[in-house]
């Protein structure tokens, strides 16, 4: 019997846990709203979300814990789990209590993790979520009967119509802190025996004199392979001799781990259910099986996604424009004139117009499609079609020595590599997770889209067939994003035969049901996204195009060209239209020869001839080796050249890049050149957030510096290879 502390003031600390796709998250919304507060635990990457509401008697504290199916702690989310419910992470109070979501219309399954939790001593809420689809499929579940036979207190909800909330927030304030009584264990008495004496010995006889709660000396045994268990191993030398034994021992008596465990929670689970769920004799076939058979058909379903793809890139670059538009004509040249009314021609003002306005308003400029990319990535997630991507797509993976479980962490990288890569904790296999993490910055992420959306804007003819709907530029769009898979294809091959050789493990994955998109969870999605793009942009670029603006700024004399633009603004009206060419000619003529004699200008002359077989010139050279701590600075940087280098009568940056010229009057930009520089874009390693958070994840910086090699060696001949043919075809 535990009698749980009382928190001061009334405040009271919840933690909900689940297994995936149960709805956990939404009802984690659903009960303190959105925005959250989301971080990470101390020392790991494993994200936390605190979020906190208030009632009558005071504030409660919700942690959502990561999505699992056990406690059996082989990942660093579930070790976090773990420690939490066991009051063992620093960072997070005691719990007064633990609300465990589960999906109704799977409680055998999803019961599993509800048997271990009852075991730690805290007191437990049973949520019986997506209640309205149970009673959809004719479910009938006596709830008392229920109740008493698991010995918690049972609510129904449908988060995602926030139905239940109100009962669940009462449910939380009656029982928090109540004393809790530890059911019997449902293992086996062999079992329960080999916990004991396994408990006695780390008490007693280990090195470290260790004394663990029976829960965790009971994963020790079923899980050997487990974060706790190799963490203890190295202050108990003796540990593994001691649980192969308790092993051998029980494996004689007919108790084989860890499937013992498996059979003695499902018995437990099916006898406490027995007459108390009934499912209709005649289930009829649902919708979401209809729709089944299609989505995850191993041909038709392969068709469906990639027609999704399509369609998303389509809306995309046909559904933006307009939003495109307003930044380019009318906030950029808004703020230009802006500054140029207040402030007098010279070093400041050039500061802030070809600096700070050129490099931060050329990448806002794409912040709509960013935002469209992710508004249909929160689509896809939340009404529960990337689970059945991930099913369909389990085949291909496995070719490549891979699983479908890799395949989620890959589609989340087309966002951003970083969660992508911290979303492979999922994937038990160190070979298989490795390796996914080591081709996940092939994806194409929003990162890249400025860089795609602005020379296709620029090169790609406006084509377009079925009356609109589809656009060669849209299809262009496509090509990109899937070019980074499509190459991932051999890496994964070659990396996994070559660094991390072996079998690849059974595919078992959880279908989420269908259900639609809440605007709510979606919309905070993509404006959570659209924080952190502005805030890359307000920091690193901002950075960056400061430090661009000096470097090709100085050391030249701009006391000539300050005073053209000073005679041109005061006296424009005086002059004849003969007097203000010959003026721009002259601005435009010592901007060229300033920018060249630059320290930016010094630089990229002399790392031309490194690029000249890429059909690029020395701008593109310096904006590509500025645009290396984060990809979208090379539109910031481009920005920056080109207003120095006399085009401050451009429009906007499109229109400097179509008007660039080599000194013999060709075209620096053609489409051969545009298609280069993308392919390189979109195959190079120019995230240093993206290798940080590998070196994290592999705890070693060889494979950081391994992924910038190959990487960045692979788009170069790429790029060589797209603008040689290109160049010969056109």
């Keep these: 019997m535990i009698n749980q502390a009382a928190t001061p003031s009334g405040t009271l600390t919840v933690a909900l846990v689940g297994n995936p796709n149960t709805g956990k998250s939404t009802l984690f919304s659903a009960l303190s709203g959105v925005p959250a507060r989301i971080g990470n635990y101390p020392g790991v990457t494993v994200e936390k979300k ?57 409680l055998e399954r999803n019961l599993y993790l509800f048997t271990q939790l009852r075991q730690l001593g805290i007191p437990l809420l049973l949520v019986l979520n997506m209640w309205d689809r149970a009673q959809a499929e004719g479910l009938s579940i006596d709830l008392q009967a229920l109740s008493a036979r698991l010995g918690a207190e049972i609510v129904t909800s449908t988060a995602s119509r926030k139905s239940g909330v109100a009962e669940i927030k009462q449910a939380i304030r009656r029982i928090a802190r109540t004393t809790y009584n530890i059911p019997a264990s449902i293992l086996s008495q062999e079992v329960q025996a080999e916990i004991s004496q396994l408990g006695n010995w780390l008490a007693r ?31 108990c030398p003796n540990l593994k001799e001691q649980i192969d034994a308790s092993r051998t021992r029980l494996a004689s008596c007919g108790q084989r781990v860890p499937a013992c465990e498996a059979s003695s929670r499902y018995a437990w689970i099916r006898s406490q259910l027995t007459g108390i769920v009934t499912r209709p004799e005649n289930a009829e076939r649902t919708i979401s099986d209809s729709i089944d058979r299609l989505l995850t058909h191993r041909l038709w379903g392969i068709a469906v996604f990639i027609a ?10 046909q559904g933006t424009s307009w939003a495109m538009e307003q930044v380019t004509d009318r906030l950029q040249p808004g703020l230009t004139h802006t500054v140029d009314q207040v402030l007098a021609p010279g070093t ?159 595919f078992v994955m959880e279908l989420p049901s269908y259900k639609i998109p809440s605007p709510k969870v979606v919309f905070y999605r993509v404006w959570e996204r659209a924080q952190a793009f502005l805030s890359r942009a307000g920091s690193l670029i901002f950075c960056t195009s400061i430090l661009v603006w000096a470097a090709g700024y100085f050391p030249g004399d701009h ?34 020869r300033l920018i060249r004699a630059s320290l930016l200008g010094r630089t990229g002359i002399a790392i031309e001839p490194l690029v000249r077989p ?24 481009l920005g920056t050249i080109y207003s120095l280098g006399g085009d401050a009568e451009e429009e906007n940056l499109q229109s400097a890049i179509q008007g660039a010229r ?52 692979l788009a170069y001949v790429a790029a060589l290879l797209t603008y040689q043919v290109a160049n010969q075809l056109m």
């Design 50 to 106: 605190v979020g906190r509401y208030r009632d009558s008697q005071g504030e409660v504290k919700l942690i959502d814990l990561p999505g699992t199916y056990s406690l059996a702690a082989r990942t660093l989310d579930e070790k976090v789990s773990v420690d939490v419910l066991l009051g063992q992470q620093s960072d997070v109070e005691q719990l007064d209590l633990v609300v465990v979501v589960v999906d109704a219309t799977n």
């Design 348 to 506: 400041f003002r050039s500061l802030i117009n070809d600096g700070i306005i050129a490099g931060l308003g050329a990448v806002v400029v794409f912040l709509p499609q960013i935002l469209m990319l992710f508004f249909f990535i929160g689509l896809l997630e939340d009404c529960g079609y990337m689970a059945r991507a991930a099913f369909v797509m389990d085949k291909s993976m496995t070719k490549l020595g891979l699983s479908g479980k890799s395949f989620l962490p890959l589609m989340s990288s087309f966002a951003c590599a970083v969660p992508g890569i911290m979303a492979t904790r999922v994937i038990e296999n160190r070979r298989d997770r490795f390796v996914t993490i080591l081709v996940a910055p092939l994806m194409s992420c929003s990162a890249r889209l400025p860089v795609y959306m602005l020379l296709i804007g620029s090169f790609v003819p406006n084509l377009t067939w079925l009356s609109g709907w589809v656009g060669l530029r849209g299809i262009v769009l496509f090509a990109m994003h899937a070019l980074g898979a499509i190459v991932a294809i051999p890496a994964a091959w070659f990396i996994k035969r070559c660094f991390f050789p072996g079998e690849t493990p059974p």
């Design 662 to 713: 080599w000194p013999d009057g060709r075209p620096v930009y053609t489409l051969p050149v545009a298609l280069s520089i993308m392919v390189f874009f979109a195959l190079c390693a120019q995230c240093a957030a993206t290798l940080m958070v590998i070196k994290r994840e592999t705890n070693s910086w060889r494979w950081p510096a391994f992924t910038f090699a190959y990487m960045t060696g």
């Design 614 to 637: 890429l059909g690029w010139d020395w701008r593109i050279g310096v904006g590509v080796i500025a645009s290396f701590p984060a990809r979208e600075v090379i539109i910031a940087t």
């Design 308 to 317: 999704i793809m399509f369609v998303v890139f389509q809306a995309i670059t």
């Design 559 to 592: 006391t000539r060209q300050h005073a053209i633009d000073n005679l041109l603004e005061s006296q424009a009206q005086s002059l004849s239209d003969e007097q203000v060419l010959a003026l721009q000619q002259e601005h435009r003529q010592i901007g060229s």
């Design 205 to 235: 006889d280990s090195r470290g004199n260790t004394q663990l709660p029976p829960f965790l000396v009971e994963r020790l045994i079923f899980d050997l392979d487990g974060v706790h268990a190799a963490q203890l191993a190295q202050s």
